[in-house]
């Protein structure tokens, strides 16, 4: 039995103050979306009881499918880097970012590359020759016991208005290839990717320009489950690819308050065991109860892949 925490989109509140010149951007309307809209709904009280209730299940590992932060900024960057160092050990928590990590564009090494030792390969299937330029080391892949952890990167600075991502035909053809060696190795495939896989799950302005291009991958290569975030919302959809069923996986955001028209925030725990050639996996859906200011069992639920 490993067992999974999943969170998502926790979009770590309140936004710090911005320089002028840093406002110079498409960060000018991410900052007047926060001001208008989403400061009402992301709660820094939710965000660090949600990090108190996994830490109390105690899982064997956490994946967290990025928009940790709102525009990109360097305050932001380091506030959320004390955030993941709070919250445990690189080895015991893997991320992967969002499009909201990738708002602008900022050095990797100002920026996303100090989050790195969270996206980081213990299983070297790739060459890095064989990786983004722009998004180094992704894939990235992390054995634990029969299960294997896929970080897809998605987050890459879009146009304006736009919340898209893209997988990019590099980190496409390595995912191909990692998703065929896993299961030959016969590990349970856990991809971590922030925006949903499949077209149908987004509108194109917030959704993967090569959504139709990752849905081939999947049925073709495969994989047992596919967890990701960006929608703020329970989601569950089912692929049939040529190693069996995949199961699709999303969460609200890990900080979202009670009233909004969303629901409130939740973290998914995957309890997984191989069974009679299958994975199957025990999911305990803990939902922020507003009533009572903490997290609960809200519903249990069984995912049979492969
Ligand atoms: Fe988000
Ligand atoms: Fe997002």
């Given at each position: ?9 926790v979009h770590l509140a309140p936004l710090p103050r911005p320089d002028l010149s840093a406002l110079l951007s498409k960060r000018a309307i991410g900052f007047?979306?926060w001001h ?8 820094a ?21 990025g928009d940790l932060l709102h525009i990109a900024l360097r305050q932001e960057f380091t506030r959320a880097t004390q955030w993941l160092e709070d ?8 991320f992967?970012p969002g499009n909201h990590d990738a708002y602008v564009r900022v050095a990797w090494a100002e920026g996303l590359g100090r989050w790195s030792a969270y ?36 987050g890459v600075p ?149």
């Amino acid at each position: 039995m490993f067992s999974l925490a999943h969170l998502s989109d926790v979009h770590l509140a309140p936004l710090p103050r911005p320089d002028l010149s840093a406002l110079l951007s498409k960060r000018a309307i991410g900052f007047l979306s926060w001001h208008l809209r989403r400061k009402k709904i992301h709660s820094a009280t939710i965000a660090r009881q949600i990090v108190a209730d996994i830490k109390a299940e105690a899982p064997d590992h956490i994946a967290c499918t990025g928009d940790l932060l709102h525009i990109a900024l360097r305050q932001e960057f380091t506030r959320a880097t004390q955030w993941l160092e709070d919250f445990g050990p690189a080895d015991q928590i893997s991320f992967v970012p969002g499009n909201h990590d990738a708002y602008v564009r900022v050095a990797w090494a100002e920026g996303l590359g100090r989050w790195s030792a969270y996206m980081t390969s213990d299983l070297n299937l790739v060459s890095p020759d064989a990786m983004p330029a722009d998004r180094p080391g992704f894939p990235y892949v992390r054995q634990r016991r029969n299960v294997a952890l896929i970080g897809v990167s998605t987050g890459v600075p879009a146009a304006l208005h736009r919340a898209s991502g893209t997988v990019g035909k590099v980190q496409m053809a390595a995912l191909a290839k990692v998703l065929e060696l896993l299961h030959a190795r016969g590990f349970c495939r856990i991809v971590m990717i922030h925006h949903p896989p499949l077209a149908s799950q987004c509108v194109p302005r917030r959704g993967l320009d090569d959504a139709p291009q990752l849905e081939d991958v999947l049925r073709r290569h495969g994989a047992e489950f596919v967890l990701h975030g960006h929608n703020h919302t329970h989601m569950h959809e089912e692929l049939q690819t040529r190693t069996g069923l995949a199961h699709i996986v999303g969460v609200p955001s890990a900080s979202a308050a009670p009233g909004g028209h969303k629901p409130p925030a939740a973290w998914y725990c995957y309890k997984i065991k191989r069974q009679s050639g299958s994975w199957h996996a025990g999911v305990t859906v803990r939902s922020y109860d507003g009533s009572h200011n903490r997290f609960r069992p809200e519903r249990e639920f069984s995912l049979i892949a492969g």
